[in-house]
């Protein structure tokens, strides 16, 4: 008896709970994010996602309305789940595929007479991914958006809070908690000017942690960005803010982490009298003594010797090159005669020797 197309979508329909183990245990092999959805849910959802598609092309028809609700709702769940929506996209694609595979090769096998058939089989597939794609990505997008601002209400609070000098307070663990911090683990935060990242900037940054255990919000001036677990190389590449950052230490605890900020903010303003990035590791003892400034003013005004540059070049040589005067003098190239009365020059002009301790502190803080 000869066999119709339609009878081979069906029983390809028939054989949908293996032909779905399969393609959910490839789905965890293919797409690493996929393997938040338990597989069993996954295996459930394929079958009757692709026997809706089948039912649809043997009655001649596009995906009806409580399919495409269905969709949406896979789209929310997917997304609740933090799934990126290419990887839902992409597993969609994949079980198209490979429907169509297992269509052609049955047609193939059992009724190649029946090849031409395959033309508006095919077109009905992609009607089929076409349309319950548009339905998933509508319902990942409405539940993104409700999670997209419950996460950000959550980062300011949390933010807040560890910035108001109650860091290990219940609120704050509880908050770290929600949010997947460790309270106890290790904490690294990283600042930016708030004017280098606007709105849709910022937003874009707070999507691509959705799946990292970090956060980042704007608190007065600046953009903080705290993570956990994350190496500082990846911390400065998610974080993506140009020369114009500052980079805390790596602490534990959440009152750690609220010194990280802390840490991160003034590098920061180091970093813009820079003009580099600067991690307050490398820097701490500028970067603590920079918000005083003004009240230590008095004591750091080299008066008439701030308008020659070559004697602060010649202090700042001599520090950085062992406190040797023939070193420091190689250095800038000059006799070391030269760069002796350069240093005592100096001393003449602001009572500071920078041969000592104290004096040397003094220099180098007011150049």
Known sequence: MRITMNE???????????????????????????????????????????????????EGRPPNPDEAAHSRSVGRHRAEQGLPVQTVLSAYHMGTLLAWDEIRSRTLARAPELMPELLPVVNALMEALR???????????????????????????????LLSGRPDGENQVVAARLFGFDPDGEFQAACGPADQWPPDRLGALQDRLMTRTALVAPAGTSVFLLGQNIPESELARLFDAGPMAGFGMVRRGLTGAAESLIDAE??????????????????????????????LWPLLDAGPAASQPHLAEAVNAYAENGFSISEA????????????????????????????????LRSLFSI
């Open 329 to 360: 003098a190689r250095f800038l190239h000059i006799h070391p005669n030269t760069l002796k009365y350069r240093l005592d020059r100096w001393h003449e002009l602001t009572g500071w020797d920078p041969r000592t301790l104290g004096g040397l």
């Open 266 to 295: 003034r590098a920061l303003a180091l970093a813009e009298r820079r003009g580099e990035m600067v991690r307050f590791e490398d820097a701490w003892l500028r970067a603590t003594v920079l918000p005083h400034l003004p009240r």
């Open 131 to 161: 349309s319950f794609s548009l339905s998933v990505v509508e319902g990942y997008e409405t539940a993104a958006a409700t999670r997209r601002t419950s996460r950000v209400a959550l980062m300011q609070t949390l933010l807040t809070g």
């Open 8 to 58: 081979i979508i069906a029983g390809v329909a028939d054989d949908m709970d293996a032909i779905a183990a399969g393609l959910a245990r490839r789905l965890r092999e293919e797409l690493a994010e996929y393997s938040v959805v338990p597989i069993e849910e996954s295996r459930d959802f394929i079958v009757r996602e692709f026997r809706s598609v089948f039912a649809g092309i043997i």
